[in-house]
């Protein structure tokens, strides 16, 4: 069975600075995919990045990138400049037949 | 605009009574999936389905019953034997099952609150 286990129920970050969110997993597969979701009060759930576990090269979009380490099973999500419209809570998850979800982080962004 | 639906946004239900979650997309998506959200927690399967009149059992499907009839609509029924029904639940639509098309892309979302 897969576990995603996300250890920051909340962080906070000041508007045009960096956080980091974390996230480890554990699962038996060889070839498996990563996400992050963002969730914002509308509960809208909106993906952010994804991550092929199979490529070295960490993903990035826009002012989000992953720091992707196989062999540590850790998957955290960078937000740099933040900005208020960041407010939300974010879902990493893991690829099997279906998605398996941490319990997520509500991240602040405050003026 | 391609993309999911689900209706209605808010379900009000009295005990003992079945009611039915409605989720259609038009991404022309073979996989659908239910997923139940409660207060801090993640998102838990209900049941996914990789094609038409074939469907699954996630991790939470006692309760639970769907259908797929069409490759556009699955449905989720809440039945009277579910013991905690009131969530938040999230229908997902993917190109395919697993690892290489698993990317699942949301729906906005229903809140059923037991009465």
């Known amino acids: 069975a897969q576990t995603v286990t996300q250890s920051q129920p909340e962080m906070s970050v000041q508007e045009a600075e960096t956080v980091t969110l974390s996230c480890t997993y554990d699962?038996?597969?060889?070839?498996?995919?990563l996400f992050w979701y963002k969730q914002p009060p509308s509960r809208q759930m909106i993906l952010v990045i994804r991550q092929e576990a199979y490529k070295q090269q960490n993903a990035t979009e826009n002012r989000f990138s992953v720091n992707f380490q196989k062999a540590a099973k850790s998957f955290s999500l960078k937000i740099s400049d933040s900005q208020l419209g960041d407010a939300a809570m974010y879902f990493c998850?893991?690829?099997?037949?279906?998605?398996?979800f941490g319990k997520g982080t509500s991240l602040l962004v405050t003026p | 605009d391609g993309g999911i639906t689900q209706s209605p946004k808010y379900l009000f239900r009295k005990e003992g009574q079945n009611v039915t979650l409605s989720c259609e997309q038009n991404l022309n998506h073979d996989a659908m999936y239910w997923y139940r959200q409660d207060p801090g927690q993640g998102l838990r399967l209900i049941y996914y389905s990789q094609i038409v009149n074939d469907f699954q059992k996630g991790d939470i499907a006692e309760g639970y019953s769907v259908s797929r009839e069409k490759k556009e609509s699955f449905p989720l029924t809440v039945t009277s034997a579910q013991k905690n029904p009131t969530a938040f639940y999230l229908c997902?639509?993917?190109?395919?099952?697993?690892?290489?098309?698993?990317?699942?892309?949301f729906g906005p979302g229903t809140r059923l609150t037991v009465l």
């Open positions: 997902a639509s993917s190109v395919d099952i697993g690892r290489l098309h698993g990317t699942q892309y």
């Open positions: 699962t038996s597969e060889s070839d498996y995919y």
């Open positions: 998850a893991c690829s099997g037949y279906a998605l398996n």
